[in-house]
C-alpha cells in the first residue's frame, strides 16, 4: 500500500499527524517541525509532484538524508503555495501543549511519590524494635530505594525532554516566521502581506482605523539583470528594500511580493498623506547613483514607479491592492520615475 493512503482514511489532523511520525521514524527521518511539513504534505496526499518525489525515493531504498529532506522542504513547501506549515504548526502546537502539561503533572507526582516513601522508610526505622519488623524494614527499604533511584532517572529523563519539547516550541517558532520572511530582502513576504491586509480591513471596517497603500515597481529591472547579472540585481532589491524601510514608521508595513515588486501598508495615512511618502520615496531612491564590487563598477541612478490606493469600506483582501496596482500601471506609462494615484482620488486631489 503506498505510503500516503493513510491520508484517505482519516481526516482528522491531529490523528493525520500522529500517523505520520512512526512513518518518519521508520524511515530514519529526524523528526523536526521542518520535516514534519514535508511529510504532513505527503500523507494529506494533495501535492501530486511531491508524492511522486517521495516514492523514487523509498521505492528505490534511497536513504533519506539531511541534503534530500532539505530539497525536499525547499522544492515542495517553501517554494509553492501550501498550508502544510500552518496545519502542521497547529497540530504540532496542541500536541506539545498537551505533552508538556502531561510532564509537568507526571514530574510533581513522581517526585512526591519518592519524597513520601523516603518519609514512611524513617519512621518504619524509628519503630524497629523486633526483629522480624526489622527484616520487614530491611526488605522495605530495598523497594524504598529502588523507587526513588527510579523516580530520579524517571525525573532527569522528564527534564530533558521538557527542554526537548521546549527547543521543539522554539524551532516550529522560527520556522513560522521564516515562512512570512522573503528570504532576500527579510522583507515580509506575500504570504505574510496578505495576512496583514485581511487584519487592517478588518480594523478598517470595524474601528474606522484607516490606512493607504503603495505598490512599487522597479523601473527597467530586467535591463539591471541582463547588463550587470542577477547578483547585481539581488543587491539592487537589497539596496531597495532598505531605503523603503528606513523611509516608514515602525507601524508601517513593508514587503516583497515578488521579483522586483515591492507592497507597503502606511497605518493611518490617508490618500493625501501617502501620496507625499510615495514621492519621497521616489525622490530618495533616485537620487544616489549606485555601483557594485571592487572596482566599483556602476550600475547607474536606479528609479521606481509608485501606485497609490487608499482602504475604502467595502474593499475586500483584493480591491486596495488591485486599485493600487492599476495606478502603479498607469505610472509605468507615464514615464516611470514618478506616482500614480487612484483615479477615485486623483481627481481631487490633482495627483
Known amino acids: 500500500m503506498p505510503l500516503n493512503a493513510i491520508a484517505n482514511n482519516n481526516d482528522n489532523a491531529t490523528t493525520l499527524l500522529r500517523q505520520v511520525i512512526p512513518q518518519m521514524t521508520s524511515l530514519s527521518i529526524p523528526i523536526t517541525p521542518r520535516n ?55 497540530v504540532t502546537e496542541q500536541i ?18 519518592g519524597q513520601v516513601l523516603t518519609k ?26 529502588e523507587v526513588v533511584t527510579a523516580n530520579a532517572t524517571l525525573q532527569a529523563n522528564l527534564t530533558e525532554m521538557r527542554e526537548e519539547v521546549s527547543s521543539l516550541k522554539s524551532e516550529m517558532s522560527h520556522l513560522e516566521q521564516a515562512s512570512l520572511t522573503d528570504a532576500l ?7 505574510a502581506l496578505e495576512s496583514h491586509m485581511a487584519m487592517c480591513l478588518n480594523n478598517h471596517k470595524k474601528h474606522g482605523v484607516n490606512f ?23 543587491k539592487v532589491l537589497s539596496y531597495i528594500a532598505k531605503m523603503l524601510k528606513s523611509a516608514v514608521r515602525g507601524e508601517d508595513f513593508v514587503s516583497r511580493f515578488g521579483g522586483e515588486e515591492f507592497a507597503v501598508i502606511l497605518a493611518n495615512t490617508d490618500y493625501k498623506s501617502a501620496l507625499i511618502v ?10 544616489k547613483a549606485l555601483s557594485v564590487g571592487k572596482d566599483r563598477e556602476s550600475i547607474g541612478h536606479v528609479t521606481v514607479s509608485i501606485g497609490v490606493s487608499q482602504a475604502d469600506i467595502s474593499d475586500d483582501n483584493d480591491a486596495c491592492f488591485a486599485r493600487a496596482d492599476q495606478a502603479l500601471y498607469q505610472a509605468k506609462h507615464s514615464g516611470r520615475n514618478c506616482v500614480r494615484g487612484e483615479m477615485k482620488w486623483s481627481s481631487f486631489i490633482g495627483h
Open 36 to 90: 514534519y511539513a514535508v511529510w504532513y504534505e505527503y500523507f494529506s496526499g494533495k501535492n501530486r509532484e511531491l508524492i511522486t518525489a517521495v516514492n523514487h525515493y523509498v521505492n528505490n531504498d534511497l536513504t533519506f538524508t539531511e541534503e534530500i529532506n532539505n530539497r525536499l522542504f525547499q522544492q515542495f513547501i517553501e517554494e509553492q503555495p501550501t498550508d502544510a506549515l500552518v496545519k502542521t504548526h497547529e
Open 96 to 113: 506539545i501543549t498537551a505533552l508538556m502539561q502531561s510532564i509537568t503533572k507526571a514530574y510533581s507526582g513522581n517526585r512526591h511519590f
Open 120 to 145: 514512611y522508610s524513617e519512621k518504619m526505622q524509628a519503630a524497629a524494635s523486633v526483629e522480624s519488623l526489622n527484616d520487614m524494614v530491611t526488605e522495605l527499604l530495598g523497594h524504598v530505594n
Open 185 to 191: 530582502t527579510s522583507l515580509h513576504n506575500r504570504r
Open 212 to 234: 493607504s497603500m503603495l505598490v512599487i515597481d522597479v523601473d527597467f529591472f530586467k535591463k539591471i539583470n541582463d547588463s550587470h547579472g542577477h547578483q547585481v540585481g539581488d
Open 278 to 287: 510615495a514621492e519621497s520615496l521616489c525622490q530618495r531612491i533616485s537620487a
